[in-house]
């Protein structure tokens, strides 16, 4: 693991990527990004992940390589029976057809959507929302806030821990010469958070004018 001293950075090796395991090929890369998301929020809560900003625990990478298997394992099926209407899942769509693998429903509260430079917007929008999950917090979550982060045709996904402290994001997508990464910080550095992943996604993909901030929790 390779931490950056500004974020709790941890970059895992290549080979933990949804671009590597079961089903991907140079040609059949895998898109599978937004279920990997769901998986997460399923499997954290399932299996009772503990979160900590010192490191990722090996209960926490263990279930990032599960969801990244099973993510990639049911995007391969659906590509391969021809069910994909097009290469990259909504959340509709990924809940769908993560139900058969999930034995805790997950549902999705709130969907909102932004036009305007994820750089400048991103903290204001993901903290605003989140006080109205806490205002509004359905009465059947058994969870903490989970939000899915869909911008430039990638989804990540954001695990609140309440009673920790702790806010962990989580990128299943390989990042040259490393794979997937993970971001802890204390709650009260949210703002550096977003702040660090709004300049990666924009350093890796190129601007983003546009996201989606999704809420979704385990039943």
């Not at 400048?120 to 006080?131: C, D, P, Q, V, W």
């Not at 806010?167 to 802890?184: E, F, K, N, Q």
């Not at 709650?187 to 983003?208: F, H, I, K, M």
């Amino acid at each position: 693991l390779m931490a950056d001293k500004s974020v709790k950075v941890f970059w895992l090796p290549k080979e933990v990527s949804q671009s590597h395991g079961q089903g991907t090929t140079p040609e059949t890369d895998s898109k599978a990004c937004t279920l990997i998301a769901v998986l997460l929020i399923h499997n954290c809560h399932r299996s009772k992940v503990e979160f900590s900003t010192d490191n990722p625990s090996n209960h926490l990478l263990s279930t990032f390589s599960q969801s990244i298997e099973e993510g990639n394992k049911i995007y391969g099926k659906l590509r391969d029976e021809g069910m994909l209407k097009v290469k990259y899942l909504n959340i509709p769509e990924a809940l769908t057809a993560i139900k058969p693998s999930t034995v805790t429903p997950v549902v999705e509260w709130e969907s909102f959507f932004y036009d305007g430079n994820m750089q400048e917007t991103l903290y204001k929008n993901l903290s605003g929302n989140l006080e109205l999950w806490y205002k509004r917090r359905p009465p059947d979550a058994k969870s903490d806030a989970s939000v899915v982060v869909l911008a430039n045709l990638r989804a990540v996904v954001i695990l609140f821990s309440e009673k920790k402290g702790v806010v962990t994001l989580m990128d299943s997508h390989g990042h040259c010469p490393y794979g997937a990464v993970i971001a802890l910080v204390t709650s009260n550095s949210l703002e550096t958070l977003c702040r660090w992943y709004a300049e990666q996604l924009t350093r890796d993909t190129g601007p983003v004018l546009c996201y989606e901030l999704s809420f979704i929790y385990c039943m």
